[in-house]
Structures are given as structure tokens and as C-alpha cells.
């Protein structure tokens, strides 16, 4: 059964309550992301990879991505479109925290991209995820255009960063992605955009199946 993002909100608020926690969720989303990538290209340590990550909550599944590929040995270069101080989340905010620790890490802090010469074997889509409203805002709608330029390996985290996972509909900007990895169950209107989700699959990230009790 597809969900919408409403729904998934609710059963994540479910499994929180639980005490299975958000930090928790989002590790175990970042680690799925790096044993995809581990598993396709099994010399992931020579890969450059190029990281772009919101100020949300997909932003921080992305900084998890981050550190585990970093610990394959992997070039990682972090892209964080904003301010760090105005990070949403408290699990976005330690995965910050660990990887201003970590200079195996090349963190940018990035604005404005549009002087930034970026190179990359593969990319990560942790902008915008499910949570899109209305139009895009720089620097997000140069990174969606960066990430478009680039010939690369592209992995959107959850929902290419653009798309309206419950309708489908594609804002002007848009990643178009060769991979989408989506959380605990599919999302109502990703199977008719594989034009941008590319391959799309399904990962569990460990929420309890009773979360899902009177949310479906």
C-alpha cells in the first residue's frame, strides 16, 4: 500500500512515541542509502563524492550518508545550503556536530554555489525531500541545476528534491535522479515520475509495522 507524506509524518510521530526515535530513523535511512552505494560500485573508497544537504531533515539523512561513505574511504565534499545556526532539527543538528569533528569531510557551507566548481563521480539529493511548498528558493533551485549539470552517478534521498511525492506534479526545478530511495513505503505519487526518480526503491528503517496502527 502507497502512503502519503501526511501519512508517513504519523507514523513516524507514532514510532517516535514508542521510543523509537527520529535520530534513530535517520541513521538507519543514511546507512541504507551507503550500503546501496557500497554494494553498486564495490570501489566506493576511489569515488569522489559530492553531498547536498538541506537545513532539514533530508538534509541530515544525507549528512549520515556522509560519514559512513567517508569511512569507506570515499572523497566526500558536504554541500550545506545555508546556515548551519538554522538547521531545523535536533538529529540534523548532531550529524552537523559530528562532521565539523571530521576532517576526512571537505564541509562547504554554501549560499550561493554558483562559483563553486563541482566535481563528482556521485551526487546525493538531501535538499528539499518530502516537505515542498510552493516555489523554490536559491541557493536550492542553483544546487537542482548544479545537480542536473553534472554527469554523474545522482541518488535522490527519500524524493528527488522538487517533486510532490503525494501528486507527482515536477516543479520547474527539479533533480532528475538514476536512483530514489524512499523510507519504510513507497510514496503515493513517485511510481508514475520515474522519469525523475529513476529507479525507485524501498527501504525499511526500522519503524515498528505497529506505528503504522490507525494511520492506514
Request: aromatic letters at 4%; a negative charge; one cysteine or more.
Amino acid at each position: 500500500m502507497d502512503i502519503t507524506v501526511k501519512q508517513m509524518m504519523q507514523i513516524e510521530e507514532n514510532g517516535h512515541q514508542m521510543g523509537f526515535k527520529r535520530n534513530f530513523m535517520m541513521e538507519n535511512a543514511g546507512a541504507s542509502v551507503t550500503r546501496y552505494l557500497s554494494e553498486k560500485f564495490p570501489d566506493i573508497s576511489s569515488k569522489k563524492i559530492l553531498v547536498f544537504a538541506g537545513l532539514g531533515n533530508n538534509g541530515g539523512d544525507a549528512l549520515v550518508v556522509a560519514r559512513h561513505l567517508a569511512g569507506f574511504g570515499s572523497d566526500v565534499k558536504v554541500l550545506l545550503l545555508g546556515n548551519p545556526e538554522k538547521i531545523k532539527t535536533d538529529e540534523s543538528r548532531i550529524n552537523w556536530a559530528i562532521l565539523e569533528k571530521m576532517n576526512s569531510i571537505d564541509l562547504v557551507i554554501a549560499s550561493d554555489i554558483s562559483d563553486l566548481d563541482l566535481k563528482a563521480d556521485v551526487v546525493i539529493d538531501g535538499i528539499l525531500g518530502t516537505g515542498i511548498s510552493g516555489e523554490i528558493r536559491e541557493p536550492y533551485a542553483s544546487a537542482i541545476d548544479s545537480i542536473n549539470k553534472l554527469k554523474a552517478f545522482k541518488i535522490a534521498i527519500d524524493i528527488p528534491s522538487g517533486l510532490d511525492p503525494d501528486t507527482g506534479n515536477a516543479n520547474d526545478k527539479c533533480v532528475k535522479a538514476d536512483v530514489t530511495i524512499t523510507f519504510h513505503k513507497m510514496k503515493v505519487g513517485m511510481p508514475k515520475r520515474k522519469d525523475m526518480c529513476g529507479t525507485i526503491l524501498v527501504e525499511k528503517i526500522g519503524i515498528p509495522s505497529e506505528a503504522e496502527v490507525g494511520v492506514l
